[in-house]
């Protein structure tokens, strides 16, 4: 099968994927959507793009065009993906899959309806260490698990600082760190752990000032359905510390330990620690984002589930929501006591 696929939205995480799009069998050409003059041409001269345009509906019009991957503001996830599926395409979305569950179901149903697949893109699924711990898991090498920890310590203070910008805006992004790189610890950890129960979760504007962005640090504690205990800590102002991303999985017979920095894993049971070889990449992020979109299109072109279905991109989000509900009334906040089993 091969697809024309439109990128709509030249910004930083469109790199990556204009680079695997590029690189990848099921591809037949690539455009690009973009409002900002500049950057859409210096992105499309970068990466030899023949068609290049301002307003996406324009691409969306074109019944050549097969897919469409959303590399854009939270807040236009959803309605761009609705005008995509009106239009008979497919559609990937980068993480989050939305702003909240609700623009979550829209979109899920009206793939539905209009007979299109709509995926997310979690890319952190496809870190080899990752894809190693959940086998570790399964085959029962921890025992049982107990306890997990990850930490997400980041810098976007720049974009965050900046009113005008909508990372960690309220209104266009959804919420601050928690919703957008904390996503990803969301969707690991249901990943390794099934169901959560419940969120209790304390996110915090520390740092940045403008009074349009919510949350830059957070602290989250998760309590899984099959006993795990999971807390999150993220920031988006650590201002002089490298981006770090730790994360560690702890049971009765040994631990894992998820580095973003070789060594990538590894394994201590007792008083040994072992170092699990793992594939290495030197650019793990934007490799794994390569990784994650050759699966979708291979899911695609062969009609097959992935690995992470756009209802496994709502419960991340349902997660993150249940984050910012339980911090702004002070409460654990217990997900199976709500009526609508999508709401929290
Ligand atoms: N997977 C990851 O690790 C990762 C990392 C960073 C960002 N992201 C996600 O990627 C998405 C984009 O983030 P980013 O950092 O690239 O943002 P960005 O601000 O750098 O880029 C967004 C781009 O979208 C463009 N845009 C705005 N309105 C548009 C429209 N109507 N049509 C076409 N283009 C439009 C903007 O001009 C901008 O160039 C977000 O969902 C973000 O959470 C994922």
């Known amino acids: ?20 799009l590029l690189a990848n069998e099921h591809v037949a050409s690539l455009a690009i959507a973009e409002p900002q003059a500049e950057v859409r041409e210096a992105f499309a001269q970068r990466y030899g793009l023949q068609r290049a345009v301002a307003d ?14 959303l590399c854009l503001p939270h807040d236009l996830h959803c309605p761009v993906a609705l005008e995509a599926f009106a239009a008979g395409k497919h559609v990937i979305s980068e993480k ?19 007979g299109r697949r709509l995926f997310v893109s979690h890319n952190q699924l496809f ?21 997990a920890l990850i930490n997400i310590i980041g810098n976007e203070f720049g974009r ?24 990803h610890a969301l969707y690991l950890l249901e990943h390794f752990f099934g169901e959560v129960e419940a969120v209790t979760a ?18 989250l504690t998760l309590e899984f359905k099959g006993g795990v205990l999971a807390n999150i800590v993220l920031t988006y102002t650590a201002l002089a510390h490298p981006w770090e991303e730790r994360r560690h999985l702890y049971g009765t ?35 794994s984002i390569g990784q994650s979109l050759n699966h979708l299109l291979d899911c695609l072109a062969h009609d097959r589930e ?39």
């Not at 996406?56 to 897919?67: G, K, M, T, W």
């Not at 965050?160 to 760190?177: F, L, Y």
């Not at 304390?202 to 602290?219: G, H, I, S």
Request: overall charge negative; hydrophobic content about 40%; proline content about 7%.
């Open 202 to 219: 304390v996110l915090r504007r520390l740092v940045v000032e403008p009074d349009n962005k919510a949350d830059d640090n957070a602290a």
């Open 306 to 344: 992935p690995l992470i279905t756009a209802e496994q991109g709502r419960s991340a989000v349902r997660l993150a929501q249940a984050a910012y509900h339980s911090s702004r009334e002070g409460r654990r906040v217990v997900l199976r006591q709500l009526g609508n089993p999508h709401q929290c």
């Open 127 to 147: 870190f080899p260490a990752v894809r190693r711990a959940k086998e570790m898991l399964e085959a029962g090498v921890l025992g049982r698990p107990f306890l």
């Open 96 to 114: 989050p899959l939305a702003r909240t569950v609700e623009e979550c179901e829209a979109m899920i149903e009206a793939a539905e309806k209009a």
């Open 160 to 183: 965050m600082n900046d009113p005008t910008h909508w990372k960690g805006s309220w209104d266009r992004a959804g919420g601050g760190v928690t919703i957008d790189t904390g996503i």
């Open 56 to 69: 996406y509906r324009e691409l969306l019009a074109d019944p050549a065009i097969d897919l469409v991957d």
């Open 253 to 287: 017979e040994g631990s894992l330990h998820l580095a973003d920095v070789e060594p990538y894993l590894q394994h201590t049971r007792g008083t040994a620690t072992e170092v699990i070889p793992v594939a290495s990449p030197p650019h793990l992020h934007p490799w």
């Open 1 to 20: 099968m091969k697809l024309n696929v439109a990128l709509i939205g030249a910004g930083g995480i469109a790199h990556p994927h204009a680079q695997a």
